[in-house]
Every structure is written in structure tokens, then in C-alpha cells.
């Protein structure tokens, strides 16, 4: 453990936390009419059981490097700017302000204290009368946001009360609209906003621009304000001095969102829509006050694994507070008897042992062909550790989950699983080879290749014309018609279910639910749904067959536009005789991950949708206890875990055997 400072000792001694009750300190803030006056503050310990009034702060510390000193019990104690920008602001100038604020009640020389306080947190923002949010400072762009959030909030409450009818409407209108987009709105974005959202304030496009600059401050993406707000009784947003209650923050961006407004592309190192941060923490927030919702440890570190954290650790002792067994998980900051990757070994046995399976399986995904993928844990840990630790590897990049709530799957008929743990890091599963990797298609790019190859960062132009994205995406689609159909009889010929080829192509593309298809009327609709699937393909991939990419942009964004108004007559046509159907109940996949998968076909002729790292001699094996097949690559007397994948005509267990079943040793 670090050696406390002399500052540390000698405040943190006069006032002791009884580790008997739930003591806390409070920050008492003393007052000052200058805002430019150093802080000073007092501290007062209390215990939690007697009801203290005081509020809690909710902020991002920012660059620890980079502090400024403050008085707490006249004596100087470092914290970082962020911090003491946040203390002038909410200093009065005519009365003291308690308040508790972790940098400062929490002795962070002390990791005893540490591991006693953080169980307390749930407690500390529950009890607490107001969260406040602290976004950081205020500037012109923030003061756009707030005034534009304002408005938005607004139209929110009018828009509730007639049933956002004319905002439908509204968007409608867009969406038939957006076909006609030429090469110049598509490669600037430029904006098609609702009246709605266009009436709240002129121009709408700049207001806009500010609220997603808001969303992207650092705040959000922290992983400890998960349940600072998520328990609070209520909470304010501050920025500087502009203020809003946190309800009403939502509610506007809701409106936003409803409202279809564009979010321009996020090709810089986030890789994340910033809207999907603030739309989790109000989903969570509203689940827990609606429902008392806790999560089992796999469900809370795979929905929160986009946010950060500066210790790796932290991405799962922030999240105690919210599981439905919090003593699973031992918070231990002593790095050197217990490193990282003990804590996300000993962190999957726990989530194992929870549920009974081995799901957390599926939420391992190889990023080998992407060298600049930011925040991986150290090289050397197992490669069947899930990728929960890993900053926005469980996304899409337009923020969507790239793992479903529950997998319907069951290639393992539902067989419990046989797991162990081994010291060294190995995992000890059972189960069988089934089949072998015969060939791989093509990889399309993922999100992040596609911001570093078409757009500069922070560039309005691309460096690649965008319509080379939709000629890439028909060139990979079609070599994985060709893979999939390696005889003359094509899409035609029978698949190893019975079903044609094209049948079986589809649905391995598309990955749907067929459980649901219960009777001939359902089955109609999902044939009929995947014919007009197959069909728009076939469309659009006969026109980048025959236009040239060296054309100019223009022209050639001038026949698509006509092109895609003609294909989508002919779709509408189709849909009213029957020929085609719309059925996306059927059709939308139960996990929407279409990046870095690919399709492959195995040696005994079944389709597959594999990780795109797999390679041609690569196992598919049936792990007990995992509801999808998993790839694995031989390493000698052990296994690489590669990734679950999609093997059409296995997924429900019909070639799972338990007695086949071997111990599987993965590294």
C-alpha cells in the first residue's frame, strides 16, 4: 500500500470512520463572497443509519496529474482542477454547504478505508437529499446546449400530451424524403430536422451540434456515475452556471432522439454514438426506481462495458452497488498481491457460479485485424476472458448492444455447465469437435475502419467517396453467395436441413428467432420477408455491377437517387400483391453483431457466421453449458477461445450429445 502523505494523516486522523456502523464524512464547504477566494473547507463524520442531510456530487475527477490545492481543516490537500472548478461553483456566499464528494470525504492514501467505503456508495447517493451533476465548466457551446436542451424539454411535455402525433408525422415525412438525399446532403450530413425540432430555436443545426458536444464530455462515459444517478432521489445537471433538473435533461434529449434528428458521424476515438451513454444511465435509473432492477454480475458489466474507468478494476467494483449479489465481488486495491487480471478471473468464476452457465462466452470478441483498438487489458490474459473490461468492444458503432439481453439459442440443449478455474488462468469446459472451419469469406470493414478510411477525424469531407461503402458492402455479400454454393447448382441446391440453399443463406445472414415461427401463416411471412431481404441485395448489387466507381460523385449519387426511387416503387408494388413481406419480427436478428463476423462454410457443408479472426482449419465445438457453437484454434495440449458463432442447423441441440462430451482445456 502507498505510504500516506503528511496532508492525508493529518486530516484523515481527527476524523475516524467506525468500520462497526456505516459512518461516512461529510464535506462542509465554508462560504465566500469572492469566487476567486481559495476553497476552505471542514469536515464532520456521521453515520448513515441517522438520516444527515446533505447532497452528493457526481463529477468526473479529469486528469489526476493536473490538481490545484484547497484548505480541508486549514490544511492543503491537492485535488484535481476539475474538482475546484466544481467547488466555486457550488460554494454560497452566505451560508455552508455539506455535501460528500469522494476525493475529498475518502482518504485515497488509505485503501482499507477504500475497500470499506465504496459498499457504502449505493447508500451515500440513495440517502442523499439531490445529486448534483457536475458536466464541468461553462462555455459557449455548453450555453447553446442548455438553452437548447431547455427548449427541447419543452416540446416534450407538449409533444406528451397529444401523443407525439405531429412529430410522427414529421418524421415520416423525413424518412420518404431521405431517399431523394443526393451525393452533397449524404457526404456533408447535412441535416433534415423536423419542424418540431427545427422550431425550437434557429439555426437548429448549430443548437444541435452543441447538445452532441455536451454528450460527449467526459461525465458520461465514467463508470462510477452509473449509480450515483441510478439511486438518486433527484439530481440537477450543472455546467458552469447553467442549470437543469435531470429529468428534464432526459426528456430533451428523448425528444431529440424521437425527433430523428441526424447524429453526425462519430469517426473519432470514441466510436460510440454519444447519445448512448445518457440513454443507458436513464434506462437503468428508471428500471431501479420503477422496479428495484439489480443485475447479475454478467448482465451489469456486459451493459456497461462502453464506460470507462481509470483503473481497470474499477470496471467492476463501480458496479457493486447495482448487482443483485454485491458480496460476490471482493473490491481489493492491493495491485501487487492481487493484479488486474486476477480481478477479472476471480470476477467470471463469480458470474460461472451465478448463473450456472458459461454465457459469458459469448461476450468474447477477437479484435485481431484492428491494431488501434483502444483500451484491451494487458497481453497475456486468457483468450475466453470476456471483453467487458474493454471500452466499447461489446458495441456497434452507432451505440447499439452487439450482444442480445438473452440468448435464445440452445446448441447445448440446455445442459448445465462443467466448468472449473485453474490457477494459471485456464478454463476447464466440456465438450466436443463437431465440424472444421473449410473456407472463410470476406471481412467487411468494422465501424472504426470505416471512420479511419473514409473520414479524416474531425473532417467534414471524406477521404472516400461514401458510395464506395455500399460498392464494398455488395462485393463482400455476393463472395459469400459464391462460399456458400460451391457446386453448379447454386442457391438452388438442397442445404443439410432440407432447406434450399438461399433458405439456408439468409437465415445464416440474418440469424432470426425461428422459435417464434410457429404455424404456416408465420411461415409464409418469414419466407416472404426473406425474399424481399434477398431481393433488395439483388437490386442494389446490379447497379454497383454496372457503374463505374471512377464516375464523378455527383453523377453517380444523381442515378442512385433516381435508382432508389424506382427500387423502392417496385418494393411497395411487391408488398401489396404479397410477393414480398415485411416482417422484421422474423427477419431482425436476435443479436444485431454484423461487425467483424463473416461468413464461412465447414467441412461437412454447413453455413456458418464466424468471428472474422477465425481461420480455414478452425474448430466448431459444442461447449457444454454455452448456448452457441464456439470456435477454437489448437494450441497444443490446449484451446484458444476464437468466438461463439451462428452454425446454421445446429442452434437448437439437435447434434449436441452429452455423452461425446471431453474436458477442454482453453488458455
Not at 416540446?155 to 438525399?181: A, M, T
Amino acid at each position: 500500500m502507498e505510504q500516506p502523505t503528511v496532508a492525508s494523516s493529518i486530516i484523515y486522523s481527527a476524523h475516524p470512520l467506525l468500520i462497526s456502523q456505516p459512518d461516512i464524512r461529510l464535506v462542509v464547504i465554508h462560504p465566500s463572497t469572492d469566487l476567486d477566494a481559495p476553497i476552505s473547507c471542514s469536515l464532520r463524520v456521521v453515520d448513515l443509519d441517522k438520516d444527515p442531510r446533505y447532497e452528493a456530487l457526481s463529477y468526473c475527477w479529469g486528469d489526476a496529474k493536473i490538481t490545484a490545492d484547497i484548505l480541508v481543516e486549514n490544511t492543503v490537500l491537492p485535488v484535481t482542477t476539475n474538482l475546484v472548478a466544481a467547488l466555486r461553483q457550488l460554494r454560497r456566499a452566505d451560508g455552508e454547504r455539506e455535501m460528500w464528494i469522494d476525493a475529498i470525504c475518502i482518504n485515497q492514501d488509505d485503501s482499507d478505508e477504500k475497500v470499506n467505503q465504496i459498499p457504502l456508495m449505493r447508500a451515500i447517493y440513495s440517502d442523499s437529499i439531490r445529486v448534483v451533476v457536475w458536466l464541468g465548466p461553462q462555455d459557449t457551446t455548453s450555453r447553446d446546449a442548455f438553452h437548447f436542451l431547455g427548449k427541447a424539454a419543452e416540446k416534450y411535455n407538449e409533444g406528451r400530451q397529444g401523443g407525439f402525433l405531429r412529430l410522427q408525422q414529421e418524421n415520416d415525412s423525413i424518412l420518404s424524403s431521405g431517399l431523394g438525399r443526393t451525393g452533397a446532403h449524404f457526404i456533408l450530413d447535412k441535416p433534415m430536422l423536423p419542424t418540431s425540432l427545427g422550431d425550437v430555436l434557429k439555426p437548429p443545426e448549430t443548437f444541435h451540434r452543441a447538445v452532441t458536444t455536451l454528450l460527449r464530455r467526459p461525465w458520461f462515459r465514467r463508470v462510477w456515475i452509473i449509480q450515483e444517478v441510478a439511486f438518486a432521489r433527484s439530481a440537477v445537471v450543472l455546467s458552469g452556471r447553467d442549470a437543469m433538473d435531470w429529468d428534464a435533461f432526459i426528456n430533451a434529449v428523448r425528444f431529440i432522439d424521437m425527433a430523428k434528428a441526424p447524429r453526425r458521424q462519430y469517426h473519432d476515438t470514441l466510436s460510440v454514438a454519444p447519445h448512448f451513454y445518457i440513454t443507458v444511465l436513464s434506462e437503468t435509473r428508471d428500471a431501479i426506481a420503477s422496479g428495484g432492477k439489480r443485475f447479475t454480475i454478467r448482465d451489469a458489466l456486459r451493459r456497461f462495458a462502453p464506460f470507462e474507468s481509470t483503473l481497470p478494476r474499477d470496471k467492476v467494483f463501480a458496479l457493486q452497488g447495482l448487482l443483485k449479489q454485491p458480496e460476490a465481488i471482493e473490491i481489493d486495491y492491493n495491485s501487487v498481491a492481487t493484479p488486474d487480471d486476477e480481478v477479472f478471473r476471480r470476477t467470471a468464476a463469480r458470474a460461472v457460479e451465478e448463473t450456472g452457465d458459461l454465457s459469458l462466452l459469448l461476450d468474447r470478441h477477437t479484435h485481431d485485424h484492428d491494431q488501434n483498438h483502444s483500451g484491451r487489458p494487458p497481453a497475456g490474459l486468457p483468450s475466453w476472458l470476456p471483453d467487458w473490461f474493454v471500452p466499447g468492444s461489446l458495441l456497434l458503432g452507432d451505440g447499439r448492444a452487439a450482444v442480445s439481453a438473452e440468448d435464445r439459442f440452445c446448441a447445448s440443449r440446455g445442459e448445465s455447465a462443467q466448468a472449473s478455474f485453474l490457477g494459471d488462468g485456464r478454463l476447464l469446459v466440456s465438450g466436443y469437435v463437431i465440424d472444421r472451419v473449410a473456407r472463410v469469406g470476406r471481412r467487411r470493414p468494422s465501424y472504426a475502419e470505416l471512420g479511419r478510411e473514409y473520414w479524416l477525424n474531425g473532417s467534414l469531407l471524406p477521404k472516400k467517396d461514401p458510395y464506395g461503402i455500399v460498392a464494398d458492402s455488395c462485393e463482400v455479400l455476393r463472395d459469400w453467395m459464391v462460399l456458400s454454393c460451391p457446386d453448379e447448382l447454386g442457391l438452388g441446391s438442397v442445404y443439410a436441413t432440407g432447406e434450399t440453399m438461399r433458405e439456408a443463406f439468409w437465415q445464416t445472414l440474418l440469424r432470426p428467432d425461428v422459435a417464434t415461427i410457429t404455424d404456416e401463416s408465420a411461415q409464409r411471412d418469414f419466407e416472404a420477408a426473406l425474399r424481399v431481404r434477398e431481393w433488395m441485395f439483388m437490386w442494389m448489387d446490379w447497379f454497383v455491377r454496372r457503374v463505374d466507381r471512377g464516375l464523378h460523385w455527383a453523377f453517380i449519387w444523381a442515378l442512385l437517387s433516381l435508382y432508389m426511387w424506382i427500387m423502392g416503387f417496385a418494393v411497395l408494388v411487391n408488398l401489396v400483391s404479397g410477393r414480398l413481406g415485411w416482417a422484421p419480427e422474423y427477419t431482425t436478428p436476435v443479436d444485431p453483431d454484423q461487425s467483424d463476423k463473416v461468413m464461412a462454410r465447414t467441412t461437412r457443408g454447413l453455413l456458418a457466421f464466424v468471428p472474422a479472426a477465425a481461420r480455414v482449419d478452425d474448430r466448431v465445438v459444442l461447449v457444454q453449458g454455452v448456448t452457441r457453437p464456439c470456435i477454437l484454434r489448437p494450441s497444443g495440449k490446449d484451446w484458444r477461445f476464437i468466438g461463439p458463432a451462428y452454425v446454421h442447423g445446429i442452434m437448437y441441440g439437435g447434434a449436441f450429445e452429452v455423452k461425446k462430451c471431453v474436458a477442454i482445456s482453453l488458455v
